[in-house]
């Protein structure tokens, strides 16, 4: 198979999971082994597309992000210096458990039959979250408060400690649980994957930057490209489910899926 078309996959994979509650990163170890795309070159394009994915909700999101860069909110909400503080303390967790555990949880669960158990137990905490969710007390990102940043930034712990998770599962499930109704919960998830995910791609970028070659301009450009367009409108149609669904579909899918993953691709 050319690397042309691995490339169109792979960002395929990348801007459709990463946003949604199935695990994007479980889905490219999956992929990658499927495709047989794996090694330190695989991982460093698994770095771009992520950059595509990131792009994606910036734009989607960019009168927020821009509300941010305000010297002072005169409204409060998630503007200004609150804005940024907020974010800060739903990422500094993540931040803190990468670092000093990264490593060893890349060496050891990076692959397919751990991210088949977490797809499993993933799917079942996200049906125990629908049924026992508490009643919704924040309806509009402006109103999450300093208590909830945090309560989702330690949930967002579990996608780094256990690859499978997923990021976007444990803090939309971070959010519901800190009583944020379902719509507020994934558009908080959005922009918070923005620091969290663009400090692990710097981080990585840095180390992985002398594996770069002339050679991989093209298909490195086709997966940030197709993770870009992927994921715009993945996450347009995800927030639009959303206002008349439940997470459950997603957890079958989860639930569905794992036991394939573990018999046949491990």
Do not use: N
Not at 5 to 32: C, D, R
Not at 100 to 123: D, M, N, T, Y
Not at 129 to 147: F, K, M, N, S
Not at 199 to 223: C, I, M, N, Q, T
Request: aromatic share 10%.
């Amino acid at each position: 198979m050319g690397i042309l078309v691995i490339a169109v996959i792979l960002g395929l994979v990348e801007g459709v999971t990463e946003f949604i509650p199935v695990s994007s990163t479980g889905h490219l170890i999956v992929a990658g082994h499927l495709l047989g795309y794996t090694g330190e070159k695989a991982d460093t394009f698994e770095i771009f597309i992520q950059m595509g994915a990131i792009l994606a909700v910036v734009l989607l999101e960019w009168r927020r992000f821009l509300g941010l860069l305000a010297p002072a909110s005169a409204r409060g909400g998630f503007s200004g210096r609150r804005g940024l503080g907020l974010l800060a303390l739903t990422t500094m967790p993540v931040l803190l458990v990468g670092f000093f555990l990264g490593h060893f949880i890349k060496a050891h669960l990076f692959r397919p039959g751990p991210v088949a158990v977490a797809l499993f137990a993933g799917g079942i905490g996200i049906l125990l979250a629908e049924r026992y969710l508490p009643q919704p007390r924040t309806t509009d990102v402006d109103g999450i408060t300093w208590r909830q940043a945090l309560i989702i930034g330690l949930f967002q712990c579990l996608a780094v400690l256990w690859p499978g998770t997923s990021r976007s599962a444990a803090t939309i499930i971070g959010g519901l649980l800190a009583s944020l109704d379902r719509k507020t919960a994934a558009t908080y998830s959005f922009l918070a994957a923005v620091p969290a995910l663009a400090a692990a791609v710097g981080y990585d970028l840095l180390k992985s930057r002398h594996l770069l070659e002339r050679a991989d301009l093209l298909p490195f450009a086709v997966g940030f490209i197709v993770a870009f367009l992927s994921a715009w409108a993945t996450i347009r149609l995800f927030v639009a489910l959303l206002g008349r669904r439940t997470l459950r579909p997603f957890a079958w899918y989860r639930i569905v899926v794992a036991p394939v993953i573990y018999f046949l691709v491990r």
